[in-house]
Nanobody
Framework: QVQLVESGGGLVQAGDSLRLSCAAS????????MGWFRQAPGKEREFVAS????????YYGDSVKGRFTISRDNTKNTVYLQMNSLKPEDTAVYYC?????????????????WGQGTQVTVSS
């Protein structure tokens, strides 16, 4: 069984930066694609970023391109989301997820393990 634990969320001001981390247990991390999603109050869960198993390919949601960067360290079983130039509309609960395959994917259905989420709040 895989467990994903997110950390690094918090309350920041617009323009600030945060780095989220997601630590994974289990033996599958090193050959699994990983993703970050977010859900704001009253909205559907939204794709943020994904990375393939060896960090050769990444995808980003349109709303975060150029501001967020996903990365991973397979030696630490951890995936990161560096968030720069944060905006109030980035306020959401951020979830990391592990894909069933080694690819980077924007499709929620490709992910079979999910973390509990970490709150990010950006004040104006």
């Amino acid at each position: 069984q895989v467990q994903l634990v997110e950390s690094g969320g918090g309350l920041v001001q617009a323009g600030d930066s945060l780095r989220l981390s997601c630590a994974a247990s289990g033996r599958t991390f090193s050959y699994s694609g990983m993703g970050w999603f977010r859900q704001a109050p009253g909205k559907e869960r939204e794709f943020v970023a994904s990375i393939d198993w060896n960090a050769m390919r990444t995808y980003y949601g349109d709303s975060v391109k150029g501001r967020f960067t996903i990365s991973r360290d397979n030696t630490k079983n951890t995936v990161y989301l560096q968030m720069n130039s944060l905006k109030p509309e980035d306020t959401a609960v951020y979830y990391c997820a592990e894909a069933a395959r080694g690819i980077a994917t924007m499709t929620e259905g490709e992910y079979h393990y999910w973390g509990q989420g970490t709150q990010v709040t950006v004040s104006s």
